[in-house]
């Protein structure tokens, strides 16, 4: 689970983008600086900058304290010719690759800006999980509100666009903590090796 402890250097990250929009994937598989509306645009997840920011994680399920909770990457790097990044994270129970993209839909097509991630277990089995950190936004934090197979962020001021939509392969999001200004929430699902979870996220 993401905690205010969970900072990694700021050049342990990928940069992903169609042209129009990027996003920043840490080392751990975090997605925490994404604008949707354009690179000059305010972001949707914007941790990189606040530790109360919005942030989207993938990745092996992490112990909720103690030093179990950090797991070790295996690496990131973008696939040969593309600008699809890899990270590959390691759990006791087994290892998975993440792969992240932003579509480009072509000139007119919409929805445009949507974010995929792809999370497939290498070994295992392993329990991956799909966490949604709503940030602080003043005195008017955003909400999540959930349905059977998704999950969206939204909430008043710049920062949220009208919010996000993120579904995690048709898997419900539930409550992970419930804090005024700052909710979680999360999925969870068993991949065995070969076995992959799709995660996509589009502009609301």
Not at 117 to 122: D, F, N, P, Q, W
Not at 126 to 138: C, H, N
Not at 159 to 185: C, I, M, N, Q, S
Request: net charge neutral; with cysteine; glycine share 12%.
């Amino acid at each position: 689970m993401l905690t205010d402890s969970d900072r990694v250097p700021l050049a342990a990250r990928a940069w992903i983008a169609d042209g129009v929009r990027g996003a920043l994937v840490a080392a751990d598989a975090t997605i925490d600086w994404y604008c949707p509306a354009g690179f000059d645009s305010e972001p949707a997840l914007w941790r990189l900058l606040d530790p109360g920011g919005a942030a989207l994680r993938v990745g092996p399920v992490r112990e909720s304290s103690g030093a179990a909770r950090r797991l070790p990457s295996g690496g990131q790097r973008y696939r040969p010719g593309t600008m699809v990044a890899e990270t590959t994270l390691c759990s006791p129970s087994g290892t998975v690759r993440v792969d992240d993209a932003l579509v480009w839909p072509g000139p007119g097509t919409t929805p445009a800006g949507r974010l995929v991630r792809v999370v497939t277990a290498l070994t295992g089995p392993v329990d991956v999980e799909v966490e949604l950190l709503a940030g602080r936004q003043g005195p008017h934090p955003a909400r999540v509100e959930t349905w059977s197979d998704g999950a969206i962020l939204a909430g008043p001021g710049a920062h949220l666009h009208g919010g996000l939509v993120v579904r995690a392969g048709g898997l419900a999001f539930e409550p992970a903590a419930l804090r005024p200004d700052r909710p979680r929430w999360r999925a969870v699902r068993r991949l065995d090796p070969g076995e992959a979870l799709a995660v996509t996220v589009d502009p609301e």
